[in-house]
């Protein structure tokens, strides 16, 4: 790149993404990427595929981690999110984002990345004791850089994710005041105006940040055995639902509307009047048993699934043609994060030369 290309949108920028871990889930459906289908269009999108963050944990399973990042693609498009409107892309040929992960560790204290609860929660979840890599706590720094390499303006996550996005918010701080003469006492919002190269992104958390497994207890998740998958049949469906547990005994008892059944009612069942009749119904104890209400909801779920289902199974067994995808995704990616690179190179004076990134 000889001259700063710029961006051929006018529109906001966003940037989130996933740590492969598998298959996506119902769960992650209603808790993020529906939300990112209905803000690809009105923003500059990028999603990313976390890949190296999956090292932090399982650098023991490389295959593993591969076959992962194709099927969180498979997964994104299945549930609508469109290569056209958003790009997809793979961290780890975004080299910009390795090197502001560097960069960004300088400023940051040491103490400052440990306090991050979302780091703690996940050493004290995952059983990782005082035996995880140096890279595991770097993987919040590298979080900074995924944001800051797009200077993304919003950031779409669960609650879970604040932390992360409260740090990349301090970083952006910093780094313009400390290299771009931003004003400490400036307004976050004038960051950029100001001179800063980093906006200083906000959060955007998403409603339902949290789907009950179908054990009826936990936040459903894969490792629970509690989740939904969009690849599941009709049946399977059922099956699942018919497993969650309510505490409720005769159709005639008096439900509690605030159970996990209920919320699943009220997030799969699109109509809302039948919502409301369902609802009144079984707060009344009118004779209306969990089975009957569980078919129901299945039933909506299956709609919902049906034309995923049949958009993932396009891509079914063509690697190559997520591979291209990704590929289209990263070009676009390397395009604006080697322009940040640049603009945060100059400003900290390491500027020298510049360079081109080319994917063959
Ligand atoms: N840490 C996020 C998760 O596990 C994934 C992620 C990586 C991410 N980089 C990001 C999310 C940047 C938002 C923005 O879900």
Redesign the pocket.
């Known amino acids: 790149m000889t001259a700063p290309m710029t961006t051929t949108t006018a529109k906001p920028r966003i940037?989130?993404?996933?740590?492969p871990t598998g298959q996506l889930h119902l769960g992650h459906y209603v808790g993020s990427v529906k939300r990112r289908v209905e803000l690809q269009d009105k923003y500059e999108a990028y999603i990313?595929i976390?890949n190296m963050?999956a090292f932090t944990t399982r650098s023991d399973k490389p295959d593993e981690i591969r076959r992962d990042c194709l099927e969180i693609v498979r997964d994104w498009l299945a549930m609508g999110l469109e290569p056209q409107r958003c790009a997809m892309v793979l961290?780890t040929e975004v080299p910009a984002i390795a090197e502001l992960t560097y960069f960004f560790a300088m400023l940051l204290p040491f103490n400052r990345v440990m306090r991050n609860p979302t780091l703690k929660d996940e050493i004290k979840v995952k059983n990782l004791g005082e035996n995880y890599s140096f890279g595991f706590p770097l993987?919040a720094v590298?979080?900074t850089a995924?944001?800051l390499a797009f200077r993304a303006h919003s950031?779409p996550?669960?609650e879970?994710?604040v932390p992360?996005?409260e740090l990349t918010r301090e970083v952006a701080r910093r780094f313009n005041q400390m290299y771009c003469g931003v004003d400490e006492h400036a307004e976050d919002d004038d960051h950029e105006k100001l001179g800063g190269v980093f906006p200083v992104p906000k959060a955007d958390v998403g409603t339902i940040g949290r789907l009950i497994g179908t054990d009826g207890v936990n936040k459903m998740s894969k490792s629970l055995s509690n989740a939904i998958f969009i690849t599941d049949t009709h049946k399977q469906i059922k099956k699942k639902l018919g497993k969650l547990y309510t505490g409720r005994q005769n159709p005639t008892d008096l439900g509690d509307i605030n159970n996990a059944l209920f919320q699943y009612v009220r997030t799969f069942i699109p109509d809302v009047e039948r919502v409301k009749e369902l609802e009144r119904a079984y707060a009344a104890g009118e004779n209306i048993g969990d089975g009957h209400i569980k078919v129901e909801v299945a039933d909506a779920i299956n709609e919902l699934l049906e034309p995923m289902r049949e958009r993932r199974a396009k891509y079914e067994g063509d690697d190559q043609a997520i591979i291209d995808i990704l590929e289209d995704g990263t070009r676009k990616a390397n395009v604006i994060a080697e322009q940040t690179l640049l603009m945060a190179k100059d400003a900290a004076k390491l500027k020298f030369f510049e360079r081109d990134i080319v994917l063959k």
């Open positions: 940037l989130t993404g996933d740590t990313l976390a963050h961290q993987y590298g979080q995924d944001i950031v996550v669960g879970d994710q992360h996005i």
